[in-house]
């Protein structure tokens, strides 16, 4: 029998963290953001609350990495559909709409993400936590746009990060009004490929000059 490997601190740390964050994933998306508690988490998890407090320093940074993980997952589908698809704009923005559908039908993960969102609105030390870490994921939605953008379009435009703000500010609202069942599936499609094309037209300079805010 070969012999069992002995984890580094390093790895077991490291294994420590992902078991806390699948717990807490599982239970944030079966009961909800504000009814979870760090001590139900180390439960699931096996683990103890020493542990969790020494990997997360609250349970807005443990619901802060559930949702990264799931959005780098998401974009890293879509970069996969993107590179799968033959090389032209028509044909990456044909992979949208079964990409968008899946992911703003996962009502559950929406459902947290507003939850998080309506309690960073009322807590200022939150709120700052929680608009470092968005903008790092703003960041990686932009890397993944530039990667695929259409030859005319300059990845230095200074237009291009309010292209991307405006499609992920407007994908959130969609994502929530289908969550809550105001919009169906069809129409948060269509309204987000609407507005991506837009936004393309106008740092392809086809579209008219919108004023930014």
């Keep these: 029998m070969a012999a069992r490997k002995v984890l580094t601190r390093a790895e077991s740390q490291a294994q420590t963290r992902e078991s806390l964050i699948d717990a807490a994933e599982q239970l944030f998306l079966a009961d909800g953001y504000h009814t979870t508690s760090i001590a139900a988490i180390a439960a699931e998890a096996g683990r103890t609350i020493g542990a969790v407090y020494s990997n997360f320093d609250s349970k807005e940074s443990l619901c802060i990495e559930v949702i990264r993980r799931r959005i780098n997952a998401e974009l890293t589908k879509l970069t996969t559909s993107f590179i799968a698809a033959p090389d032209d704009l028509e044909a990456r923005l044909a ?47 932009r890397a993944v746009l530039i990667d695929y953008l259409p030859e005319e379009i300059s990845d230095d435009d200074p237009l291009l990060d309010s292209a991307v703000h405006a499609v992920i500010a407007t994908g959130t609202g969609l994502a929530v009004a289908r969550a809550a069942e105001v919009m169906t599936a069809e129409q948060s499609t269509e309204i987000l490929s609407t507005t991506i094309r837009l936004w393309l037209g106008r740092l392809a300079g086809s579209a008219p000059d919108l004023p930014v805010h």
């Excluded at 993960?109 to 790092?136: C, G, K, P, W, Y």
């Design 95 to 141: 992979v949208l709409p079964a990409w968008w559908t899946r992911v703003s039908g996962d009502t559950a993960m929406i459902t947290l993400l507003a939850e998080f969102l309506i309690t960073a609105i009322r807590d200022a030390q939150h709120r700052a936590t929680s608009v470092e870490t968005f903008n790092r994921m703003l960041e990686s939605g």
